[in-house]
């Protein structure tokens, strides 16, 4: 499956940024999927994930609260919407398809990953 994710951006801190992923290659509603990041000098690290129905989500908890993960399966889309951004969540955001019907926090619950979209929280 191929991934195209966008929306990446400069903003200032509390402002908001939402991210688009748009998928192809194989039938998106039949797999869950996720967001991860990855910051200069750290590790990729799990941000949110949804099921094939984005019935069922999980967030990492320094997001919880301020990011919501969706889906709209008819547009082959998944979506971040990332509010009250700080400068920690500074980094390179990723969409991700898992092999399974369900979410996962687990990276290696994914088989294909995007591209990658830079995010930048500063003043």
């Known amino acids: 499956v191929q991934l195209q994710a966008s929306g990446g951006g400069l903003v200032q801190p509390g402002g908001s940024l939402r991210l688009s992923c748009v998928a192809s290659?194989?039938?998106?509603?039949?797999?869950?999927m996720g967001w991860f990041r990855q910051a200069p000098g750290k590790e990729r690290e799990f941000v949110a994930t949804?099921?094939?129905?984005?019935?069922?989500?999980y967030y990492a908890d320094s997001v919880k609260g301020r990011f919501t993960i969706s889906r709209d399966n008819a547009k082959n889309t998944v979506y971040l919407q990332m509010n009250s951004l700080k400068p920690e969540d500074t980094a390179v955001y990723y969409c991700?398809?898992?092999?399974?019907?369900?979410?996962?926090?687990?990276?290696?619950?994914?088989?294909?990953w995007g591209q990658g979209t830079q995010v930048t929280v500063s003043s």
């Open positions: 949804a099921s094939w129905s984005g019935s069922s989500t």
């Open positions: 290659g194989r039938t998106f509603s039949h797999y869950g």
């Open positions: 991700a398809s898992s092999k399974y019907y369900t979410g996962s926090h687990y990276y290696k619950e994914y088989d294909s």
